[in-house]
């Protein structure tokens, strides 16, 4: 299974660094932000990886190569000076990810997830989303699950985690250009279409300074 690595936002909650630094190479102890994915998904035995960028996308790919240093084989979509959002970011990429599908990951996430589980992933639905604990900046959440089917906000609701596996067919006739995944997953979840799971374990989403700064400490 190909994965694709979301790396293409301008991170305007994170400036001043974000201002010559991209989001993804922001380091947290001695690694970047992205490189806690690639070598977790290189332990769990993935090998194609794809990262789409954007806001000084050129830093990254010089930064990240290859993947030769990862063990792993990794290609660019590069969006330009503008880039696409979520869904469109996906579906820029899919040349690159092929028919079959693949998990995506936020590269502003850093968690613990054992994506091993994912990468021989029988997925007979549209999509499979990893959902978390909700996090103090997110305590509405975001979906419910019942029976491993996620289902529209109920009392007890969860975070999507920026995990997932996707079909190809998710993204069929979806034109090539800017536009949120929200609204499509939440389309697929009203016709019973995706299966979710809890994630208990290890998970923070890097979208502020501060939040940066308590991945810092809990590493020490």
Not at 24 to 44: C, S, V
Not at 94 to 100: A, F, H, S, T
Not at 161 to 172: L, M, P, Q, T
Not at 174 to 190: G, T
């Amino acid at each position: 299974m190909k994965v694709m690595i979301l790396a293409a936002g301008r991170g305007e909650r994170m400036r001043p660094l974000t201002d010559s630094v991209p989001k993804p190479l922001i380091k947290a102890g001695t690694k970047r932000l992205i490189e806690f994915h690639l070598y977790n998904l290189a332990r769990a035995g993935f090998k194609d990886v794809v990262i789409n960028v954007a806001w000084l996308g050129q830093k990254i790919i010089d930064t990240i190569g290859n993947g030769e240093k990862y063990n792993l084989n990794i290609e660019y979509s590069n969006e330009g000076g503008q880039a696409l959002e979520t869904g469109g970011g996906i579906v820029n990429a899919l040349p690159l990810l092929g028919d079959d599908a693949f998990l995506v990951v936020n590269g502003d996430v850093w968690t613990d997830y054992p994506f091993e589980k994912l990468i021989n992933f029988s997925l007979k639905d549209k999509a499979h989303l990893v959902l978390v604990n909700n996090p103090e900046h997110n305590p509405e959440g975001d979906f419910a699950i019942l029976n491993n089917r996620l289902i529209e906000k109920q009392s007890d609701n969860f975070t999507f985690s920026g995990i997932g596996v996707y079909s190809a067919d998710f993204f069929k006739g979806q034109v090539n250009d800017k536009f949120p995944l929200a609204p499509m997953i939440r389309k697929y979840i009203s016709e019973n279409k995706i299966s979710g799971e809890l994630y208990n374990g290890k998970w923070m989403d890097i979208g502020t300074q501060q939040r940066l700064q308590d991945l810092i400490q809990s590493l020490d």
